[in-house]
């Protein structure tokens, strides 16, 4: 399967800061990747859909101009959490969609922890 | 009501035993049926894809579908404490769309 990476891992900010998360195909080429947000003990919650060269579809109840997304190449997306506040606190995983053939299954990054003070 | 239903647990069962997971759906839409295995603080991880009804086996797993009583399974033979995790059922409409997943199952295996 493909292989996704995200940085950072975790990371703690105070409120009102924003913080970029990336996500990183290692191997294969993504034309749709996916943004998810979990709370504890919660299941994923899909945020928006990134697709190369144009704008996120964001979910119903996400702000788009909170959570800035960018799919700048086919292996790069970005999410941008802007003025964080307390409650933006999740564990926030990437997936995507390998450019082959058989786009049938979302191959999931490690994770990314925010935790904001 | 929720678009998928799965039973939080958690689930508890000794070393050697089958775990036996399920989901059930509301929407005769969905045709594609994944099963994740999720580490505490890690993505998830797939594990079975299947797309039609009846059974598809791989390895210690075997995923079952039946899409006329929306309802779809996941056995885990020989079960190990290494299987300790929570287990995600998660369904699409169609290849490559978007998923909608269950809320999970935490699975602990005692040895």
């Known amino acids: 399967g493909a292989v996704v990476s995200q940085h950072p891992s975790w990371v703690i900010c105070k409120s009102g800061t924003s913080v970029k998360i990336e996500c990183r195909s290692l191997?294969?080429?993504?034309?749709?990747m996916f943004w998810y947000r979990q709370f504890p003990k919660q299941s994923l919650m899909l945020m928006a859909t990134?697709?190369?060269?144009?704008?996120?579809?964001?979910e119903q109840g996400v702000e788009k101009d909170k959570f800035l997304i960018n799919h700048a190449s086919l292996t790069l997306s970005t999410l941008t959490v802007t003025s964080a506040h307390p409650e933006d606190s999740s564990f926030y995983i990437c997936?995507?969609?390998?450019?082959?053939?058989?786009?049938?299954?979302?191959?999931f990054g490690p994770g990314t922890r925010l935790l904001v003070l | 009501q929720k678009e998928v239903e799965q039973d939080p647990g958690p689930l508890s069962v000794p070393e050697g035993a089958i775990v036996s997971l399920n989901c059930t759906y509301s929407?005769?839409?969905?045709?594609?049926f994944m099963w994740y295995r999720q580490y505490s603080r890690k993505g998830p991880e797939l594990l079975m894809y299947?797309?039609?009804?009846g059974n598809k086996e791989d390895g210690r797993f075997t995923a079952q579908v039946d899409k006329s009583s929306k309802y779809i399974s996941l056995f885990i033979r020989d079960s190990q404490p290494s299987d300790s995790a929570t287990y995600l059922c998660?369904?699409?409409?169609?290849?490559?769309?978007?998923?909608?997943f269950g809320g999970g199952t935490r699975v602990l295996v005692k040895p």
């Open positions: 929407n005769s839409a969905f045709q594609y």
């Open positions: 299947t797309y039609s009804s």
């Open positions: 191997d294969f080429q993504a034309t749709t």
């Open positions: 990134s697709n190369e060269g144009s704008k996120a579809t964001y």
């Open positions: 997936s995507l969609l390998p450019r082959i053939d058989s786009q049938e299954t979302q191959y």
């Open positions: 998660a369904i699409s409409v169609a290849a490559g769309n978007k998923l909608t």
